[in-house]
């Protein structure tokens, strides 16, 4: 008798699995942290090992105090735009270069010069860009310079494809996953002949749930199904508890990820408009640095993200607290501008380590204020809440700052890992104990409060966001002309 889940999320900065029974009860849950190198400006790396060992050590880690004898299925999610190059072997011929990565920003632009607006809106439905995280940006990239290893490659992967392929021996992803690669009828063709020979190295697109294959005889959980699994985005996007036409949600986690489900569609500059999954029109906004920043800046004043967060809490809003860009390796959505760089501004005496600790934490609200802002305009939507899930999300005084700066209420889940839910979710309706995707949405996902924004501070944020965009704009010549070494 099927009675558990397991779903995994191999994220930007830890593999996170969660347990949990066919009611969304959770049992057991295992986070293991794993680091990013940067060896040069501008790179971004993990060792794709790192994912395995979370993966595996998850596994064995819920057997010893849990019955997984009722296991139906392991789901799993992944960031995504984090690519492995590996061979006829599996084996990668480099480190993966994570979504952050932005080396092959050169190649990226010259891809983009490449493609019209009106090739753009015919394939994915709105101006996407290519960016330096794009895996077109990225083949062109090692194949300029790595050339021998453009030749052992034979396939390009996510982490979760990745997983999936060392867990069970196949190879295969899915269509939303494959950002900015597909329309509706799957790979673009044109757009991909502009880099020799990418055709090949892209693996098979199946649905979510499509159960890629069983885990091998020697392995932790043996025998039991694994489904194709979702990016992190769509994933935690069910962990959320978003599914219908007009919900919205915040995914905090090392970037915010916004995004509103919308059958009306206004092609705007900076949102990438998914192709539609099961009747779902995702319009979303992946920024650059949200849980990343915190990190940052906890790091710099020897305190930990929650420390940060309560540090932050001890003072109000006001003139003292400095505007902060959190731009610390570029930013994504909507601006796309990897050249940009973080910046305090408007600093003065009176500001300590309370004060600058606030100011993060405002400069990432504002950042997810502009990327709820083009979400609303691509929608044709006006929002009046969210529901918010992830790591970040578990700050009270965070979440308050996001929905007085947002002007809008955002609804926070009770389990943080969103998207470990949302893979447990998808390995429910793979294996086939669990009702459709809206029911399981349903039955599975818990929330624990509502943020309300305060009107006392309206006027405090509306200013100090318009600031916000002046401040980019005054320094985007600064740091589009500024040489890194």
């Given at each position: 008798?099927?009675?558990?889940?397991?779903?995994l999320d191999?994220?930007?900065?830890a593999l996170?699995?969660v347990?949990?029974?066919l009611d969304?009860n959770?049992?057991a849950?295992?986070?293991?942290p794993?680091?990013?190198?940067?060896?040069?400006p501008g790179?971004?790396?993990?060792?794709p090992?790192?994912w395995?060992?979370?993966?595996?050590?998850?596994?064995?880690?819920?057997?010893?105090d849990?019955?997984?004898?009722g296991l139906?299925?392991?789901?799993?999610c992944s960031?995504v735009?984090t690519?492995?190059?590996?061979?006829a072997?599996?084996t990668?011929?480099?480190?993966?270069?994570?979504?952050?990565?932005t080396?092959a920003?050169?190649?990226?632009?010259?891809?983009?010069?490449q493609?019209s607006?009106?090739?753009?809106?015919?394939?994915?439905?709105?101006p996407?860009?290519?960016?330096a995280s794009?895996?077109?940006s990225?083949l062109?990239y090692?194949r300029?310079?790595h050339?021998?290893?453009?030749?052992?490659?034979r396939q390009?992967?996510?982490?979760k494809d990745?997983?999936?392929?060392?867990?069970t021996?196949a190879?295969?992803s899915?269509?939303?996953?494959?950002?900015?690669l597909?329309d509706?009828?799957g790979?673009?063709a044109?757009?991909?002949e502009?880099?020799?020979?990418?055709?090949?190295?892209?693996?098979?697109?199946?649905?979510?749930?499509?159960?890629?294959?069983r885990?091998?005889?020697g392995?932790p959980c043996?025998?039991?199904?694994?489904v194709?699994?979702?990016?992190d985005?769509?994933?935690?996007m069910?962990?959320?508890?978003?599914?219908?036409?007009?919900d919205?949600?915040?995914?905090?986690?090392?970037?915010?990820?916004?995004?509103?489900?919308?059958?009306?569609?206004?092609?705007?500059p900076?949102?990438i408009?998914?192709?539609?999954?099961?009747?779902?029109?995702?319009h979303?906004?992946?920024?650059?640095?949200?849980?990343?920043?915190?990190?940052?800046?906890?790091a710099?004043?020897?305190?930990?993200?929650a420390?940060?967060?309560?540090?932050?809490?001890?003072v109000?809003p006001?003139?003292?607290?400095?505007?902060?860009?959190?731009?610390?390796?570029?930013e994504?959505?909507p601006l796309?501008d990897?050249?940009?760089?973080?910046?305090?501004a408007r600093?003065?005496?009176?500001a300590?380590a309370?004060e600058?600790?606030?100011s993060?934490?405002?400069?990432?609200a504002?950042?997810v204020?502009?990327?709820?802002?083009?979400l609303?305009?691509?929608?044709?939507r006006r929002l009046?809440?969210a529901n918010?899930?992830?790591?970040?999300?578990?700050?009270?005084?965070?979440?308050?700052?996001?929905?007085?700066a947002?002007g809008?209420?955002?609804?926070r889940?009770?389990?943080?890992?969103?998207?470990a839910?949302?893979?447990?979710?998808?390995?429910?309706?793979?294996?086939?104990?669990?009702?459709?995707?809206?029911?399981a949405?349903r039955?599975?996902?818990q929330?624990d409060?509502?943020?309300?924004p305060q009107a006392?501070?309206?006027?405090?944020?509306?200013?100090?966001?318009?600031?916000y965009?002046?401040l980019?704009?005054?320094?985007?010549?600064?740091?589009g002309g500024y040489?890194?070494?």
């Amino acid at each position: 008798m099927h009675t558990t889940l397991i779903g995994l999320d191999v994220g930007t900065t830890a593999l996170k699995a969660v347990l949990i029974d066919l009611d969304g009860n959770r049992l057991a849950d295992f986070a293991r942290p794993y680091p990013i190198a940067r060896p040069s400006p501008g790179a971004a790396e993990q060792d794709p090992a790192d994912w395995m060992d979370g993966v595996l050590d998850a596994l064995t880690s819920f057997a010893p105090d849990h019955d997984l004898s009722g296991l139906a299925g392991i789901g799993i999610c992944s960031q995504v735009n984090t690519h492995v190059f590996v061979d006829a072997a599996g084996t990668p011929l480099l480190p993966a270069m994570v979504w952050q990565d932005t080396t092959a920003a050169p190649d990226a632009a010259a891809l983009d010069a490449q493609v019209s607006a009106d090739q753009k809106l015919a394939w994915f439905g709105g101006p996407m860009p290519i960016d330096a995280s794009h895996a077109l940006s990225r083949l062109a990239y090692v194949r300029r310079v790595h050339p021998d290893v453009y030749e052992k490659t034979r396939q390009i992967l996510l982490p979760k494809d990745y997983c999936v392929m060392q867990l069970t021996g196949a190879v295969g992803s899915d269509p939303i996953s494959a950002v900015g690669l597909v329309d509706r009828a799957g790979y673009v063709a044109p757009l991909l002949e502009l880099v020799p020979g990418a055709r090949q190295l892209l693996p098979p697109l199946h649905p979510f749930s499509h159960v890629a294959g069983r885990v091998r005889p020697g392995l932790p959980c043996a025998g039991v199904p694994v489904v194709v699994g979702a990016m992190d985005a769509w994933g935690g996007m069910f962990g959320v508890g978003v599914v219908a036409d007009g919900d919205a949600m915040l995914q905090s986690g090392t970037s915010e990820i916004a995004g509103i489900v919308s059958a009306s569609v206004h092609p705007t500059p900076g949102v990438i408009l998914f192709p539609p999954y099961e009747g779902i029109v995702m319009h979303a906004a992946p920024t650059q640095s949200g849980g990343a920043a915190i990190a940052w800046m906890g790091a710099v004043l020897g305190r930990t993200p929650a420390e940060l967060s309560a540090l932050a809490a001890t003072v109000p809003p006001s003139s003292a607290v400095p505007l902060f860009l959190p731009h610390l390796e570029g930013e994504r959505a909507p601006l796309w501008d990897a050249a940009s760089r973080g910046v305090f501004a408007r600093i003065d005496g009176r500001a300590g380590a309370a004060e600058m600790a606030r100011s993060v934490l405002e400069g990432v609200a504002f950042s997810v204020r502009l990327a709820f802002d083009a979400l609303q305009q691509s929608a044709g939507r006006r929002l009046t809440i969210a529901n918010i899930g992830g790591g970040g999300s578990r700050s009270d005084i965070w979440c308050q700052i996001r929905a007085d700066a947002l002007g809008f209420g955002l609804r926070r889940t009770r389990v943080p890992d969103a998207a470990a839910i949302g893979a447990a979710i998808l390995a429910g309706l793979g294996s086939g104990t669990l009702p459709s995707l809206p029911e399981a949405v349903r039955r599975l996902v818990q929330f624990d409060r509502v943020f309300e924004p305060q009107a006392s501070v309206r006027a405090y944020y509306d200013e100090k966001f318009g600031k916000y965009r002046e401040l980019y704009e005054a320094l985007r010549g600064f740091n589009g002309g500024y040489q890194a070494v």
